[in-house]
């Protein structure tokens, strides 16, 4: 039963050689989903390529459907899964601010990660950015710590929220995905035609 | 001649598996911003270490003579780079070169990303996570916290993407 390494199934050493093939996994997609061109993913931002957005909400559903179907079929336990805590604010002007370096920088740190290694030279100062963004964030931490760790709201999920069943929850998720994204390549044609 | 990128689905579902196999094996999310900071202080570390020891942000991960870079995302981001030279490579897309829009130097191009970077760098922290470990592994654990960041990314991309139109189009 998973998670294996929280279950002591695998040690330690087999979890970080987990981690370098799966992220080999995830950089391989990456890039053969054109998120190492900068002119693609900002393109989002002018609804002239959709591709980005869809990507990630394919992403979101498959893993969503996987987590909890999993927990359903009883193979994994989320008792000993780590949940991403909820800190609504920060994490709202947080998204602005990333937002805003994502429409100036064209990449995430993923993505640039993953473009560096292709040769790509705006990655590389992309990268560096991110770098000194982290040390200006870190070494000023009494600025915003008290910001920083405001409005807690613990492990805080949809389901919770609108107060349904988490399986309604992720059919919803789903439902969104696909309608989400309808919408944009609909916006899409409308704003650039159909061939960009 | 480069290949033809993958489909958005079958894109998407890649990386939703590779989000799979580490829920199931690791009990948590891929990462990607995490790695930038274990480097950011394993080199601060280097150059101040008793200003990274006394720091209150940066000294968890340097308490007891641990080593940043022995962590997961670092060892994940490892793998990024050696699945996208791969891809790269393969692709025929491996290239030394400036990717931009045609209407901007490419000083102009390296100063947007560095502007671009810095901002990252610091929402990524502000946030606990960034595209990777908090909008995706947080949007499929259905967390309120990184919908509303992902939400909030696109309101940030789309109210300055006018502004910087000269950059892209």
Not at chain 1, 35 to 43: C, E, G, L, S, Y
Not at chain 1, 45 to 62: E, G, L, N, R, S
Not at chain 2, 78 to 99: D, N, V, Y
Not at chain 2, 122 to 145: D, H
Request: with cysteine.
């Amino acid at each position: 039963m998973g998670p294996l390494v929280n279950n002591g199934i695998i040690s330690g050493g087999i979890n970080s050689l987990a981690a370098v093939l799966i992220g080999a996994l995830f950089g391989y997609a990456l890039q053969r989903s054109g998120f190492t061109d900068p002119r693609k993913i900002a393109a989002t931002f002018y609804m002239k390529d959709v591709d980005v957005p869809i990507v990630m909400f394919t992403a979101i559903v498959t893993a969503s459907i996987g987590l909890f179907g999993l927990s359903l079929l009883g193979l994994i336990d989320l008792g000993k899964f780590y949940f991403l805590p909820s800190y609504l604010l920060p994490m709202i002007v947080a998204g602005f601010i990333f937002g805003i370096g994502m429409a100036v920088g064209g990449l995430c740190p993923g993505t640039s990660i993953a473009a560096m290694v292709t040769g790509k030279i705006d990655a590389m100062v992309f990268v560096i950015g991110i770098f000194l963004g982290t040390l200006i964030f870190g070494d000023f931490y009494p600025q915003w710590d008290k910001f920083y760790n405001s409005d807690s709201n613990g492990v805080y999920r949809l389901d919770q929220l609108f107060n349904i069943n988490i399986g309604l929850m992720v059919l919803l998720v789903v439902l969104f995905a696909v309608f989400g994204s309808l919408g944009m390549k609909k916006l899409q044609s409308l704003f650039w035609g159909k061939h960009v | 001649m480069k290949k033809k990128l993958w489909n958005p689905i079958f894109g998407g579902t890649m990386i939703g598996l590779a989000m799979i196999l580490t829920f199931y094996i690791s009990g948590r999310g891929l990462g990607a911003s995490g790695s930038i900071t274990s480097f950011a202080v394993w080199v601060q570390n280097l150059i101040a270490p008793t200003y990274t020891k006394s720091s209150e942000y940066f000294s968890p991960y340097v308490a007891n003579g641990a080593n940043p870079l022995t962590d997961y995302m670092v060892f994940m981001a490892i793998g990024i780079m050696i699945g996208s030279f791969a891809a790269g490579i393969i692709s025929k897309s491996f290239k030394f070169e400036i990717l931009k829009g045609p209407n901007i130097s490419n000083k102009g191009r390296l100063i947007y990303a560095l502007i671009g970077g810095i901002l990252i760098g610091f929402a990524a922290r502000m946030a606990r996570g960034c595209t990777s470990g908090q909008a995706l592994v947080g949007g499929a654990e259905l967390s309120v916290g990184s919908w509303a960041f992902m939400f909030s990314i696109f309101a940030g991309g789309f109210a300055v993407a006018y502004f910087i139109r000269r950059e892209w189009l």
